[in-house]
C-alpha cells in the first residue's frame, strides 16, 4: 500500500476538520458526545480504545460511522473462542502453479479495525494485536508487513456477560490508549434518538458508502500531526507524570500505572487541547483525559475491591491529592 | 464408682471447660457411644415398622379411622416416636461411659434384664412430664447413675443446676442445632448433587412405594441424631462429674488418697497419719469439731504433730487455698437492716397513712395535678424550643456554609493569603509591567482577584483546583456581576502561564480594574 501524503494544516483547517468529525458521528451516535470526543482523542494522538458497555449502545455504530467519516478502510473481526491469530493477520499460501509462497493478508490490514466482544477469544488471539497496536506492523512467516496509517483498533466487551471470557492480559491492556465507557443516554437523548429512528430520519443506510464529503487518510494524518505541535508546558508535563506516580505510591492501588500512561496522559491532553481549539495544554487538559487513560492500567488492592471501589472513585481520589501546577 | 480409677484429671473447672472436657471424653469412647446409642434405636424403628407392616396387612384397621389415618399418611411418625424416645435411648451411652470413666471392666450389668431394668426406670416421667427438660443431659446420670425418683431427685437435680444449670441448657441448644443442620446439609447436598427442583409431596397423596422410601428416607436423621448423642450425653456427664467434683471435693479427697498412698512404704507412720488425716478432714468439714481436736493436743505424740503441721502446710498453699479479688458491689448487712432511724420514719409515715388516710386523700390529689402540671409545662417548653430550632435553622444555615468554606491559602502553587500579597499592589504591578516582567504583573493580578473571590466573597474552592475549575467555581455564584471579565482574565493568564503567550498589557490592566471595582470592599 502507499503511504499518504501527510499535509501540513492551519489551525482553522484542523478545527474544520475535527469539528467535521465530531458532528458526523454525532448526529448518528446521539447521545454519547463524550464518548465521541474520546474516540476523537484516540484518533488524533494515533492511540487504539478498548469500549465497554452493555450491549445496544452503539459501540459498533460508533465505530461504522467513524469509517464513514474519512474515506479509509474498515474491517471487523468477531471474536469468538475459536479464532486464530492468523485468521486475523494473514498467513502464507503455496501457489502450486508458481511454486512459490503467496502472503494473503488478513483483516488487520486496514485503517480502521473493529475487534468486537475481544475478551471472548483467548488469550493466545489477543497476543497477536499487541505487535500491531504497538509497531503498525504485522509480522507473517518471519517477514514484518507495515500497515498504511492512519491505524486504529477499536475493541469492544461487554461487562455483564462474564461467563466463557477471557480477561484481556495487563500487557494487552496497556496498547490501549484510552478505556471509555458507554452508558445509557440521558431521558432527552434517548427520547431524540427513537424519535429520529421511527420517524426515518436516522437511518443505517446512511452508513453505506455514498457521494458524501469525507476526509481522506491524509487529511487524517495532518491532524495527528497538528497535535503532535501542541506545545506543553514543562509544569504542566510534570503535573501528568505525577498523577500517574501518584498511582504507584498509593495503598489503594495494588500495581500503578506505567510510563506508558505518562506518555498516554500528555498525548491525549494534547489532542484534547487541539479539539478545544487552544495550542497549547492546560493542567485541565491532563485531568479530562485521565480517568480514560489511567481506568486499565491500574490494578486495586484488594482492599479496595472489597470496600466496592471503582478504579474511577479510586482514580477521582487520587487527583485530589494531587497539586496542580506550580506556575 | 472407684474415684481413684477416675480417667481424668478430678479439679473443679468452669462449666465450659467441662464441656470441652466432655467434647475430649465423646471422642475417646465415640464409636461404642454411638453404637450404644444406634443399636436400640434400629431396634425400635424395625420394630416400628414391622408392627406398621403386619398393621397394614389387617384387613380390618384396629385403630379408629381417624388414628389411622394419621398413623397412615405419613411414617415420619415413626421419627418422632425415636425422637421422642431419646432420653430413654440416652442411658446405655452414659451407663457405658460411666463405666468407661471410673474404669470399671466389670461387665456383669451386660444382661439383657440388667439393660431392661436400666431402661424401664423412672421411664414414664422421663418420657413425659420431663421430655421437654432443656437440661436433660445434666439430670440424666441422677436418674440412671444414681437411681434417684421423686423429691429425691429434684432436690439432687437442684443442687446440680446451681453453677451450671445455663451451660446444660445451652448444651441442647447447640447439641439441637447441630442435629438440624446435619438433615438440612444433607438435604441441600443431595439437591444440589441431584440437580433437581425440590419439590415435597403430600403425604396424604403418595402412594404405597413412595411410603416406603420415606421409611428408609428419615434413616439418615435417625443416623444424625446417634452421631450427635455421644457429644450431648458426655458433655452433659462432664458437667455433672465438675459439679460433683466442686461439691464432694472429689479432688482433695484424690490428694489425700495419693498422699496416703506414696507413704505407705513408711509402715511405721501409716497409723499415725491417717489417724492425723482423719482429723484434719474432720477439721475441714465440720470447723465447730476444732475444739475438740484442740482438746486432744496434749495427748499428741511428735510424730503426730509433725505430721499434723505438714498437712496443715500443704492445706494452706494452693490448690487448697484459692485466694480471690472480688470486685462487685455487694450488701455488708441484709437490706432490712437499714438505719433504723428511717425505718421508724416509714413506719410513722405509714401509721399516719392507716390513720388519716381520709384526710390525706385530697392532699394527695394536689400532688398529683401538680405533677400534671409540671409535665404539661415541660411539654409545652420542648415544644416551643423544637419550633424556634427549626425556624431559626433556614436563617442559621447560610453563616454556617459561609463559614463551612475552608478557604485554601495556595491555589495553583500561588499564596493567595492577604500576607502573601504586597501592601501596594496596584504600584507594584505598573512596576513589573515597566520592568517588563509579565508573568510577575498578571501573577499579582491573577493572586489578588482569586484572593477577594475565596477570602472575602466566599467562593468554594479545593486545593487541588486548576484555573478553569476555579473559574466554574466563580461561574456557580452567579450573584457576582462580573461579566466575564474573570474568564477572559483567567484565559489571558493560562495562556501566558502554560503557553508562554502575552497578554494585551492594556487590556488586562482594564479586566483587572474592573473586578476590583466590583470585588473590593
Same mark, same amino acid.
Given at each position: 500500500?502507499?503511504?499518504?501524503?501527510?499535509?501540513?494544516?492551519?489551525?482553522?483547517?484542523?478545527?474544520?476538520?475535527?469539528?467535521?468529525?465530531?458532528?458526523?458521528?454525532?448526529?448518528?451516535?446521539?447521545?454519547?458526545?463524550?464518548?465521541?470526543?474520546?474516540?476523537?482523542?484516540?484518533?488524533?494522538?494515533?492511540?487504539?480504545?478498548?469500549?465497554?458497555?452493555?450491549?445496544?449502545?452503539?459501540?459498533?455504530?460508533?465505530?461504522?460511522?467513524?469509517?464513514?467519516?474519512?474515506?479509509?478502510?474498515?474491517?471487523?473481526?468477531?471474536?469468538?473462542?475459536?479464532?486464530?491469530?492468523?485468521?486475523?493477520?494473514?498467513?502464507?499460501?503455496?501457489?502450486?502453479?508458481?511454486?512459490?509462497?503467496?502472503?494473503?493478508?488478513?483483516? =488487520?490490514?486496514?485503517?480502521?479495525?473493529?475487534?468486537?466482544? =475481544?475478551?471472548?477469544?483467548?488469550?493466545?488471539?489477543?497476543?497477536?494485536?499487541?505487535?500491531?497496536?504497538?509497531?503498525?506492523?504485522?509480522?507473517?512467516?518471519?517477514?514484518?508487513?507495515?500497515?498504511?496509517?492512519?491505524?486504529?483498533?477499536?475493541?469492544?466487551?461487554?461487562? +455483564?456477560?462474564?461467563?466463557?471470557?477471557?480477561?484481556?492480559?495487563?500487557?494487552?491492556?496497556?496498547?490501549?490508549?484510552?478505556?471509555?465507557? =458507554?452508558?445509557?443516554?440521558?431521558?432527552?437523548?434517548?427520547?431524540?434518538? +427513537?424519535?429520529? +429512528?421511527?420517524?426515518?430520519?436516522?437511518?443505517?443506510?446512511?452508513?453505506?458508502?455514498?457521494?458524501?464529503?469525507?476526509?481522506?487518510?491524509?487529511?487524517?494524518?495532518?491532524?495527528?500531526?497538528?497535535?503532535?505541535?501542541?506545545?506543553?508546558?514543562?509544569?504542566?508535563?510534570?503535573?501528568?507524570?505525577?498523577?500517574?506516580?501518584?498511582?504507584?505510591?498509593?495503598?489503594?492501588?495494588?500495581?500503578?500505572?506505567?510510563?506508558?500512561?505518562?506518555?498516554?496522559?500528555?498525548?491525549?491532553?494534547?489532542?484534547?487541547?487541539?479539539?478545544?481549539?487552544?495550542?497549547?495544554?492546560?493542567?485541565?487538559?491532563?485531568?479530562?483525559?485521565?480517568?480514560?487513560?489511567?481506568?486499565?492500567?491500574?490494578?486495586?488492592?484488594?482492599?479496595?475491591?472489597?470496600?466496592?471501589?471503582?478504579?474511577?472513585?479510586?482514580?477521582?481520589?487520587? =487527583?485530589?491529592?494531587?497539586?496542580?501546577?506550580?506556575? | 464408682?472407684?474415684?481413684?480409677?477416675?480417667?481424668?484429671?478430678?479439679?473443679?473447672?468452669?462449666?465450659?471447660?467441662?464441656?470441652?472436657?466432655?467434647?475430649?471424653?465423646?471422642?475417646?469412647?465415640?464409636?461404642?457411644?454411638?453404637?450404644?446409642?444406634?443399636?436400640?434405636?434400629?431396634?425400635?424403628?424395625?420394630?416400628?415398622?414391622?408392627?406398621?407392616?403386619?398393621?397394614?396387612?389387617?384387613?380390618?384397621?384396629?385403630?379408629?379411622?381417624?388414628?389411622?389415618?394419621?398413623?397412615?399418611?405419613?411414617?415420619?411418625?415413626?421419627?418422632?416416636?425415636?425422637?421422642?424416645?431419646?432420653?430413654?435411648?440416652?442411658?446405655?451411652?452414659?451407663?457405658?461411659?460411666?463405666?468407661?470413666?471410673?474404669?470399671?471392666?466389670?461387665?456383669?450389668?451386660?444382661?439383657?434384664?440388667?439393660?431392661?431394668?436400666?431402661?424401664?426406670?423412672?421411664?414414664?416421667?422421663?418420657?413425659?412430664?420431663?421430655?421437654?427438660?432443656?437440661?436433660?443431659?445434666?439430670?440424666?446420670?441422677?436418674?440412671?447413675?444414681?437411681?434417684?425418683?421423686?423429691?429425691?431427685?429434684?432436690?439432687?437435680?437442684?443442687?446440680?443446676?446451681?453453677?451450671?444449670?445455663?451451660?446444660?441448657?445451652?448444651?441442647?441448644?447447640?447439641?439441637?442445632?447441630?442435629?438440624?443442620?446435619?438433615?438440612?446439609?444433607?438435604?441441600?447436598?443431595?439437591?444440589?448433587?441431584?440437580?433437581?427442583?425440590?419439590?415435597?409431596?403430600?403425604?396424604?397423596?403418595?402412594?404405597?412405594?413412595?411410603?416406603?422410601?420415606?421409611?428408609?428416607?428419615?434413616?439418615?436423621?435417625?443416623?444424625?441424631?446417634?452421631?450427635?448423642?455421644?457429644?450431648?450425653?458426655?458433655?452433659?456427664?462432664?458437667?455433672?462429674?465438675?459439679?460433683?467434683?466442686?461439691?464432694?471435693?472429689?479432688?482433695?479427697?484424690?490428694?489425700?488418697?495419693?498422699?496416703?498412698?506414696?507413704?505407705?512404704?513408711?509402715?511405721?507412720?501409716?497409723?499415725?497419719?491417717?489417724?492425723?488425716?482423719?482429723?484434719?478432714?474432720?477439721?475441714?468439714?465440720?470447723?465447730?469439731?476444732?475444739?475438740?481436736?484442740?482438746?486432744?493436743?496434749?495427748?499428741?505424740?511428735?510424730?503426730?504433730?509433725?505430721?499434723?503441721?505438714?498437712?496443715?502446710?500443704?492445706?494452706?498453699?494452693?490448690?487448697?487455698?484459692?485466694?480471690?479479688?472480688?470486685?462487685?458491689?455487694?450488701?455488708?448487712?441484709?437490706?432490712?437492716?437499714?438505719?433504723?432511724?428511717?425505718?421508724?420514719?416509714?413506719?410513722?409515715?405509714?401509721?399516719?397513712?392507716?390513720?388519716?388516710?381520709?384526710?390525706?386523700?385530697?392532699?394527695?390529689?394536689?400532688?398529683?395535678?401538680?405533677?400534671?402540671?409540671?409535665?404539661?409545662?415541660?411539654?409545652?417548653?420542648?415544644?416551643?424550643?423544637?419550633?424556634?430550632?427549626?425556624?431559626?435553622?433556614?436563617?442559621?444555615?447560610?453563616?454556617?456554609?459561609?463559614?463551612?468554606?475552608?478557604?485554601?491559602?495556595?491555589?495553583?502553587?500561588?499564596?493567595?493569603?492577604?500576607?502573601?500579597?504586597?501592601?501596594?499592589?496596584?504600584?507594584?504591578?505598573?512596576?513589573?509591567?515597566?520592568?517588563?516582567?509579565?508573568?510577575?504583573?498578571?501573577?499579582?493580578?491573577?493572586?489578588?482577584?482569586?484572593?477577594?473571590?475565596?477570602?472575602?466573597?466566599?467562593?468554594?474552592?479545593?486545593?487541588?483546583?486548576?484555573?478553569?475549575?476555579?473559574?466554574?467555581?466563580?461561574?456557580?455564584?452567579?450573584?457576582?456581576?462580573?461579566?466575564?471579565?474573570?474568564?477572559?482574565?483567567?484565559?489571558?493568564?493560562?495562556?501566558?502561564?502554560?503557553?508562554?503567550?502575552?497578554?494585551?498589557?492594556?487590556?488586562?490592566?482594564?479586566?483587572?480594574?474592573?473586578?476590583?471595582?466590583?470585588?473590593?470592599?
Amino acid at each position: 500500500m502507499t503511504q499518504p501524503t501527510r499535509a501540513t494544516l492551519t489551525p482553522e483547517q484542523a478545527h474544520d476538520h475535527i469539528d467535521f468529525l465530531r458532528n458526523r458521528i454525532q448526529a448518528l451516535l446521539i447521545g454519547q458526545d463524550d464518548v465521541v470526543d474520546q474516540v476523537l482523542i484516540a484518533l488524533l494522538c494515533r492511540g487504539h480504545v478498548l469500549l465497554e458497555g452493555v450491549p445496544g449502545l452503539g459501540k459498533t455504530l460508533l465505530v461504522r460511522a467513524l469509517a464513514h467519516c474519512f474515506a479509509g478502510q474498515f474491517r471487523r473481526i468477531q471474536f469468538t473462542p475459536d479464532l486464530m491469530p492468523a485468521d486475523m493477520t494473514g498467513h502464507a499460501v503455496y501457489h502450486m502453479q508458481e511454486g512459490s509462497f503467496h502472503i494473503r493478508r488478513g483483516p =488487520i490490514f486496514t485503517n480502521l479495525l473493529l475487534a468486537d466482544e =475481544i475478551n471472548r477469544s483467548p488469550a493466545k488471539t489477543q497476543a497477536a494485536l499487541l505487535e500491531v497496536m504497538q509497531e503498525q506492523q504485522v509480522t507473517i512467516e518471519g517477514e514484518s508487513h507495515a500497515l498504511t496509517p492512519p491505524f486504529m483498533v477499536l475493541a469492544t466487551q461487554n461487562p +455483564v456477560e462474564q461467563e466463557g471470557t477471557y480477561p484481556l492480559p495487563e500487557a494487552q491492556l496497556d496498547r490501549f490508549l484510552l478505556k471509555v465507557f =458507554i452508558d445509557y443516554p440521558t431521558l432527552d437523548d434517548e427520547a431524540r434518538l +427513537v424519535r429520529q +429512528v421511527t420517524s426515518g430520519a436516522l437511518d443505517m443506510g446512511d452508513l453505506e458508502p455514498g457521494d458524501e464529503e469525507t476526509l481522506q487518510p491524509s487529511q487524517i494524518l495532518a491532524l495527528q500531526a497538528a497535535a503532535e505541535l501542541i506545545a506543553v508546558d514543562e509544569q504542566v508535563l510534570n503535573y501528568a507524570v505525577r498523577l500517574v506516580q501518584a498511582t504507584r505510591q498509593t495503598s489503594s492501588i495494588l500495581k500503578g500505572a506505567g510510563p506508558r500512561a505518562s506518555i498516554g496522559l500528555v498525548n491525549a491532553a494534547k489532542a484534547w487541547a487541539l479539539m478545544n481549539g487552544r495550542d497549547f495544554v492546560l493542567p485541565d487538559d491532563i485531568k479530562q483525559v485521565s480517568l480514560p487513560v489511567m481506568r486499565h492500567r491500574i490494578l486495586l488492592a484488594p482492599e479496595s475491591e472489597i470496600d466496592g471501589l471503582t478504579p474511577d472513585q479510586v482514580l477521582k481520589q487520587l =487527583i485530589q491529592t494531587v497539586d496542580a501546577p506550580r506556575t | 464408682m472407684n474415684l481413684t480409677e477416675l480417667q481424668l484429671k478430678a479439679r473443679v473447672r468452669t462449666s465450659w471447660q467441662a464441656l470441652d472436657l466432655g467434647v475430649k471424653i465423646a471422642r475417646r469412647w465415640y464409636l461404642s457411644l454411638m453404637l450404644a446409642w444406634l443399636i436400640p434405636a434400629l431396634v425400635v424403628y424395625l420394630l416400628l415398622v414391622a408392627g406398621m407392616y403386619a398393621y397394614g396387612m389387617w384387613s380390618v384397621s384396629p385403630l379408629p379411622l381417624s388414628l389411622s389415618v394419621l398413623w397412615e399418611v405419613s411414617p415420619l411418625w415413626l421419627l418422632l416416636i425415636i425422637w421422642w424416645l431419646k432420653p430413654l435411648l440416652d442411658r446405655l451411652p452414659l451407663f457405658l461411659l460411666s463405666h468407661y470413666i471410673f474404669n470399671d471392666k466389670a461387665r456383669g450389668w451386660l444382661h439383657w434384664r440388667a439393660l431392661l431394668r436400666l431402661y424401664r426406670f423412672d421411664a414414664l416421667l422421663s418420657l413425659s412430664v420431663r421430655r421437654f427438660d432443656i437440661q436433660r443431659s445434666l439430670h440424666l446420670p441422677v436418674t440412671v447413675l444414681e437411681r434417684q425418683k421423686g423429691g429425691a431427685r429434684k432436690r439432687r437435680c437442684e443442687l446440680l443446676r446451681r453453677g451450671c444449670g445455663p451451660a446444660g441448657g445451652w448444651l441442647t441448644w447447640v447439641m439441637m442445632s447441630l442435629e438440624g443442620a446435619l438433615s438440612l446439609g444433607l438435604a441441600i447436598l443431595l439437591l444440589s448433587l441431584l440437580g433437581i427442583d425440590f419439590y415435597i409431596q403430600p403425604t396424604f397423596l403418595m402412594k404405597g412405594s413412595d411410603i416406603a422410601l420415606l421409611y428408609l428416607e428419615i434413616l439418615p436423621d435417625i443416623l444424625f441424631m446417634a452421631l450427635i448423642a455421644p457429644f450431648y450425653i458426655a458433655c452433659g456427664f462432664s458437667l455433672y462429674l465438675n459439679r460433683r467434683i466442686e461439691l464432694e471435693a472429689w479432688d482433695l479427697e484424690l490428694v489425700f488418697r495419693e498422699s496416703a498412698r506414696r507413704r505407705e512404704p513408711q509402715s511405721t507412720i501409716k497409723p499415725l497419719l491417717s489417724a492425723a488425716l482423719s482429723l484434719l478432714m474432720l477439721c475441714l468439714v465440720t470447723p465447730l469439731s476444732i475444739a475438740p481436736a484442740q482438746a486432744q493436743e496434749p495427748t499428741l505424740t511428735r510424730e503426730q504433730l509433725d505430721a499434723r503441721d505438714q498437712v496443715r502446710t500443704i492445706l494452706e498453699t494452693p490448690p487448697f487455698v484459692i485466694e480471690k479479688n472480688v470486685s462487685h458491689w455487694q450488701w455488708q448487712d441484709e437490706p432490712d437492716q437499714v438505719d433504723s432511724e428511717d425505718s421508724s420514719f416509714l413506719d410513722s409515715l405509714n401509721n399516719l397513712m392507716d390513720e388519716d388516710s381520709g384526710d390525706l386523700s385530697s392532699l394527695f390529689s394536689v400532688v398529683e395535678l401538680l405533677l400534671w402540671i409540671g409535665m404539661g409545662l415541660l411539654v409545652v417548653l420542648v415544644l416551643r424550643k423544637l419550633v424556634s430550632h427549626l425556624k431559626a435553622a433556614p436563617v442559621l444555615s447560610k453563616p454556617n456554609a459561609r463559614g463551612s468554606v475552608n478557604s485554601p491559602q495556595v491555589m495553583m502553587g500561588m499564596a493567595i493569603s492577604a500576607e502573601s500579597l504586597p501592601e501596594q499592589i496596584d504600584a507594584r504591578i505598573d512596576e513589573a509591567f515597566e520592568r517588563g516582567d509579565e508573568r510577575q504583573a498578571m501573577s499579582l493580578m491573577y493572586r489578588h482577584v482569586l484572593f477577594l473571590l475565596i477570602h472575602q466573597h466566599r467562593v468554594p474552592v479545593e486545593p487541588w483546583y486548576t484555573e478553569l475549575e476555579c473559574a466554574d467555581a466563580v461561574k456557580q455564584r452567579s450573584q457576582l456581576p462580573l461579566d466575564g471579565c474573570w474568564d477572559e482574565l483567567t484565559q489571558y493568564w493560562v495562556q501566558l502561564a502554560y503557553a508562554h503567550q502575552s497578554p494585551p498589557r492594556a487590556r488586562v490592566q482594564y479586566l483587572y480594574l474592573a473586578l476590583k471595582k466590583v470585588l473590593a470592599p
